[in-house]
């Protein structure tokens, strides 16, 4: 579908309301409440929410950088709980990171991705500690 740039519309959205998943996890629905007090209702197929999954941390990291010229912060979640599954279909390990309030993202690792990971998790106590700190 074409849209000429003067039929876009623009909605300051205020605050996600709700979300629910529609059409039998097909889509995902999400309602939200704009700048003008109206409510608004968006309905994603589950293929462009994975898309906007990928995108969200860069377009985040932009904002950031945008505000903060130095380029030293990081959009920064604290770790709630991790856990390690054998992935049914191959050799791979899925990585689960949690949120304790709920973000959840899951990482395929190869052999060579947990060595590495493992490796760097084993040196993480020998950094030094004295060198300039990233302050998220």
């Known amino acids: 579908m074409d849209i000429a740039p003067d039929a876009v519309r623009t909605i300051a959205g205020e605050e996600l309301t709700a979300w629910s ?9 999400m309602e939200f409440t704009a700048a ?21 941390p860069r377009m985040l990291q932009a904002a950031l950088n945008a505000r903060f ?4 912060l990081r959009f920064v ?7 390690l599954e054998q992935a049914e279909a191959d050799a791979n390990l899925i990585l689960r990171l949690a949120t304790r309030d709920g973000f959840d993202v899951a990482f395929a690792l190869n052999q060579g991705n947990a060595e590495s990971l493992g490796s760097a998790l084993l040196a993480a106590s020998e950094i ?9």
Request: aromatic letters at 4%.
């Open 128 to 136: 030094d500690t004295t060198r300039t700190r990233r302050p998220n």
């Open 21 to 29: 998943v529609a059409d039998g996890g097909t889509h995902v629905r």
């Open 69 to 72: 010229a130095d380029g030293s």
């Open 36 to 56: 003008d007090g109206q409510s608004h209702r968006i309905v994603l197929p589950f293929d462009v929410l994975s898309g906007l999954l990928m995108t969200l």
């Open 77 to 83: 979640q604290s770790l709630g709980t991790w856990r």
